[in-house]
């Protein structure tokens, strides 16, 4: 059972919004321990580190083909992580995954990262 859930994803068209939301499946784990990373994948293709927020949320990273198109953001009164998707292209299209690490966004890479959710479709139409 994956201890984290995602949400908000679906069908949206080129330059169109989205939020997705990454919550706790069980109201004993906390998110706020952990830095938090979302991550995508295409069909076909490996999965890719998007974005990532610090235990603090003073510290956020972003892949370069979502800079400035996607922010990142925590509510540890909410114990849940977001990801805001603002003018979203066919590229963007996967499903986005959220995952924990005790570590501080140093990196994407996947062993660095210990609990995952089952993912949300993100989907962008041209």
């Known amino acids: 059972q994956s201890q984290l859930v995602e949400s908000g994803g679906g069908l949206v068209q080129s330059g169109g919004s989205l939020r997705l939301s990454c919550a706790s499946a069980t109201s004993s784990f906390t998110l706020g321990y952990y830095a938090i990373a979302w991550f995508r994948q295409a069909l076909g293709k490996d999965r890719e580190g998007v974005s990532c927020i610090s235990s603090n949320g003073k510290k956020t990273t972003y892949v370069d083909s979502v800079k400035g198109r996607f922010t990142v953001s925590r509510d540890r009164a909410k114990n849940e992580v977001y990801l805001e998707m603002n003018n979203v292209q066919p590229e963007d299209t996967g499903r986005y995954y959220c995952?924990?690490?005790?570590?501080?966004?140093?990196?994407?890479?996947?062993?660095?990262?210990?609990?995952w959710g089952q993912g949300t479709q993100v989907t962008v139409s041209s």
């Open positions: 995952a924990t690490s005790w570590g501080h966004c140093e990196d994407y890479a996947l062993e660095s990262y210990d609990y």
